[in-house]
């Protein structure tokens, strides 16, 4: 089923380096993962990206768009995407998931219009 959509994604740890946690926002659902390891907040956003292509093949989206606040990561992802070359098992994973449900494209966003890092700073209210 091939529908247009637009998949938030954000991640961090708290501390940093710490416990990751990522949220993935999809049609105004907010899915929430935690245990997720410990690890840096690029770590983090690399898993969050990896967890929204995990939401997206289950709910049977191809070609949706992929929106996050991390410009390193949205960047080696798009590499990664153009070479079809993965260097470590993480970029692995991504790129067999991306194989499965071929995003339109992974872009940026500023990091306060990122649904899914709105969610991730309500769980820590100040």
Do not use: Y
Request: one cysteine or more; hydrophobic letters at 45%.
């Amino acid at each position: 089923m091939w529908t247009k959509r637009k998949i938030f994604f954000d991640g961090g740890c708290r501390p940093n380096p710490g416990p990751i946690e990522a949220a993935v926002v999809l049609r105004g659902k907010t899915h929430l993962f935690d245990n997720l390891g410990s690890g840096n907040n690029a770590d983090a956003e690399w898993l969050a990206l990896i967890c929204a292509l995990e939401v997206s093949e289950s709910a049977l989206l191809l070609g949706a768009e992929f929106i996050g606040d991390a410009l390193p990561v949205i960047r080696h992802a798009n590499t990664i995407l153009q070479s079809g070359i993965a260097s470590d098992a993480r970029s692995e994973r991504f790129l067999a998931l991306a194989e499965l449900v071929k995003p339109s494209r992974i872009r940026w966003i500023k990091r306060e219009q990122n649904l899914a890092g709105i969610a991730l700073a309500a769980r820590h209210p100040r």
